[in-house]
């Protein structure tokens, strides 16, 4: 037990002092989690929004290849990832492996399904009855489709948030990727079981309490913007 008490206290003491290591790894983490998220919302917002609102052909095997990539393994998207930017891969010469570049890239793909799928879902769940008022009163297209959005304003900030909750917390790609380099593509979660094995317990802990830490600041600016 004392062992978890000093490490909980020098987490406390790295945090503080702005170690460098730990730093540079929180840094890394935020940098390429949030430009992939980005991204991710950019493309998969209007995207899950065209799939849920829209009745065409091929949208029940959508809807079937978005669902089954929601439970997509993390070390298979770091693979696929590490296949087309390794140098012998067709991205090879944009030098993009072992970069905060390529765990963005991997990381886009990992998010991409989950903000698709769950806004379709959301936008399909959409009460029928307001689509038909909003006609009766003589809505466009445009003020019908805005309006809709932003009936569902908490749904889609739910998908946003369960996104970013799945490509902060994951290791696979950093690690395949990224390469785990200290001081440039090291993120938490890869530094978290790196350190912990060499038996660093306190710095790993340092960095699992910033990850708890900007989960709980997701969740809480969640609950924030739905009491406006």
């Known amino acids: 037990m004392d062992f978890i008490v000093a490490g909980f206290i020098r987490a406390i003491e790295l945090l503080i002092n702005f170690d460098h290591s730990t730093w540079t790894a929180i840094l890394a983490t935020l940098q ?23 009745n065409f052909k091929w949208k029940r095997p959508l809807r079937t290849v978005l669902d089954t990539l929601l439970a997509l393994p993390t070390v298979s998207v770091g693979l696929l990832v590490y296949a087309f930017i390794s140098a012998q891969g067709p991205l090879g010469q944009f030098e993009l492996l072992f970069t905060l570049t390529g765990i963005t890239i991997g990381q886009t793909i990992l998010a991409f399904p989950i903000v698709t799928a769950i806004t379709a879902s959301i936008v399909e769940n959409i009460d029928p009855e307001l689509k038909l008022t909003l006609v009766s009163l003589g809505a466009g297209k445009k003020n019908i489709i805005t309006t809709c959005l932003w009936e569902v ?28 380099i200290k001081y ?25 309490i910033v990850l708890i830490g900007i989960a709980f600041a997701v969740n809480i600016s969640l609950s924030f913007l739905r009491k406006q």
């Open 32 to 54: 390429a989690s949030t430009c992939s998220m980005l991204i991710s919302l950019g493309a998969g917002l209007p995207c899950g929004f065209l799939l849920g609102y829209f």
């Open 153 to 180: 304003r908490y749904g889609l900030l739910a998908a946003a948030v369960t996104a970013y909750g799945r490509v902060l917390t994951e290791v696979g790609i950093s690690m395949m990727v990224g390469g785990n």
């Open 184 to 208: 440039h593509t090291r993120t938490i979660t890869t530094a978290i079981a790196l350190e912990t094995n060499k038996g660093l317990f306190a710095d790993g802990i340092a960095l699992g």
